[in-house]
């Protein structure tokens, strides 16, 4: 039933999601898909469990590498970018199930990576090269940058989509980390 559940997700999309399509989707009866799972919130929480990226976050934090600060997070960040596009349906349910169910999903998957952003902070300051910050304010930014280079390529208008295709995607990534890196103001102005 959960395969059901997953395929209605993926196409023809979230919002199709609920008891009766899976049963019929599944080809059971609707007693029991309930008597799995009593109502939408149950299957969603089963298919973050079953769909979740995290192995694979995970081993691209552990497996990220550079010489210095600047190239270790550039390769987590062409890791990460990597694993999302590989686990879109999977961001796409967590997202949904946050925006129109109230639901906490999006703080699991946080409380998820905790530790191994954690422990990628770690390598990072560990290179000695990164100004004193909290590790809060360093992962929220780390966060916010990946979530918005994401969610900026999916929003984007035609024309604009149509741009991006021109650089490959290691230009627009390694261009934006620059500039987190390094800011928008000119040396002498800084």
Known sequence: MLDAAWALVRDPGIAALS????????GQSLDAVRALYPDERHILNALRRAYSPMPAVREALAQAAGDDAADLLRDAMRRLVNVAR??????????????????????????DILGPAGEFLDRLK?????????DAILGRMLAAFLIGYLVSER???GA???????FP????LDGMVDLLLYGVLEDDVR
């Open 19 to 26: 008891l009766e399509a899976v049963a019929a989707r599944a």
């Open 86 to 111: 590989q686990h879109e349906t999977y961001f796409e349910l967590v997202a949904f199930d946050a925006q129109e169910r109230g639901s906490d999903g999006l703080a699991q998957l946080g409380a």
């Open 126 to 134: 560990a290179t000695g090269q990164l100004r004193p910050v909290s």
């Open 155 to 157: 929003i984007a208008p």
């Open 160 to 166: 604009a989509r149509f741009a991006m295709r021109l």
């Open 169 to 172: 995607q290691r230009v627009w």
